[in-house]
């Protein structure tokens, strides 16, 4: 078990949901939330390690954070 902390005021809701669901057929996941964190429960990982499901499964949420913000790259 992996447990994900992402801060409210920095990530999206609507992007660790996207993550969670983009990622369900390699893992378990449940999300939940705290007054100042998005909490991601990782479990079961089919086929590659927990530790590298969570890496991604976090780079991904703040990818499209930063897409659903507008922001752009020069």
Same mark, same amino acid.
């Given at each position: 078990?992996?447990? #994900? $902390?992402? !801060? +409210? /005021?920095?990530?999206?809701? @609507?992007?660790? /949901?996207?993550? =969670? +669901?983009?990622? !369900? @057929? =390699?893992? %378990?996941?449940?999300?939940?939330?705290?007054? /100042?964190?998005?909490?991601? =429960?990782?479990? @079961?990982?089919?086929? =590659?390690?927990?530790? #590298?499901?969570? %890496?991604? #499964?976090?780079?991904?949420? #703040?990818?499209?954070?930063? @897409?659903? $913000?507008?922001?752009?790259?020069?």
């Amino acid at each position: 078990m992996t447990e #994900l $902390r992402f !801060a +409210k /005021d920095l990530y999206s809701g @609507e992007a660790i /949901d996207a993550a =969670v +669901k983009a990622y !369900a @057929e =390699v893992c %378990s996941a449940t999300l939940s939330a705290t007054d /100042d964190y998005w909490c991601v =429960v990782i479990t @079961e990982p089919v086929g =590659v390690s927990e530790a #590298l499901i969570a %890496s991604e #499964l976090g780079n991904y949420a #703040l990818g499209l954070t930063i @897409e659903d $913000r507008g922001v752009t790259t020069p």
